[in-house]
């Protein structure tokens, strides 16, 4: 899953609106901001093949410490604890957590069963959704489009910056996921990693976009029709 898990980061605001999109972007992409760097060091394995499912061309081999259910719950715990100790939050940093977590359940929807419970063990789990790429589609747009209206309903621009930046990141994913889903296969383990790795720029627009939006101020209407003054 790629552009669900941004969904649920969009959604996010609208739990807390005190969080920035930049750091929901983080917690529901953490698995695979880390994933790259281990892809790099040689300490997870990814190969190419296509046809590996009717939606993507990679096979996940080995990817234990970056999306098995063990780990996911330690970086969610981890991440959730320093942003706590940065901002002494206890409602976003309980979200951040659960944003995290979401990431494992996320690809255990779509993957096949490659995501690992544990380093330690080979019991291995997935839906497989990614075996119709058509339902793929539709449920990755429909997550995505419904965080993004939940985000939008949540915040308000504070000026013509805030209207763009969002609407063009928001095409901006459309287009790469459409891309990713009917383009050709990448052409090296370490094109995929630093593909991975420019995700980064991604969470700098978020935070970007955050910074020229406010959260939308709830509208109270007086009782029995009366005015407001």
């Known amino acids: 899953m790629f552009i669900g898990h941004f969904g649920v980061a969009f959604a996010a605001k609208k739990i807390s609106k005190r969080g920035s999109l930049g750091t929901y972007i983080i917690a529901a992409q953490f698995l695979d901001l880390l994933w790259p760097m281990l892809l790099i060091r040689d300490i997870e394995h990814v190969t190419i093949e296509p046809g590996n499912t009717e939606f993507t061309p990679l096979n996940f081999v080995y990817y234990p410490y970056s999306h098995s259910l063990v780990f996911a719950i330690?970086?969610?715990?981890?991440?959730?604890?320093?942003?706590?100790?940065?901002?002494?939050?206890?409602?976003t940093s309980v979200l951040i957590a659960v944003l995290v977590i979401s990431h494992w359940i996320l690809d255990w929807v779509t993957h096949r069963p490659d995501p690992p419970l544990s380093p330690w063990t080979d019991l291995k789990f997935g839906l497989g959704l990614w075996n119709n790429k058509m339902a793929t589609l539709v449920v990755e747009v429909i997550m995505f489009i419904g965080g993004a209206w939940l985000y939008i309903s949540a915040t308000s621009a504070k000026n013509?910056?805030?209207?763009?930046?969002?609407?063009?990141?928001?095409l901006f994913l459309l287009g790469i996921y459409f891309m990713n889903a009917f383009g050709h296969p990448p052409d090296s383990v370490h094109s995929i990693a630093i593909l991975g790795l420019s995700q980064l720029l991604l969470v700098a627009w978020g935070?970007?976009?955050?910074?020229?939006?406010e959260p939308e101020q709830v509208r109270l209407v007086p009782p029995y029709g009366g005015r407001r003054n």
């Open 160 to 170: 013509v910056t805030g209207q763009l930046s969002l609407w063009v990141f928001i």
């Open 207 to 213: 935070y970007w976009i955050d910074s020229n939006r």
């Open 74 to 91: 330690i970086w969610s715990v981890a991440f959730s604890l320093f942003y706590f100790l940065l901002t002494k939050d206890k409602k």
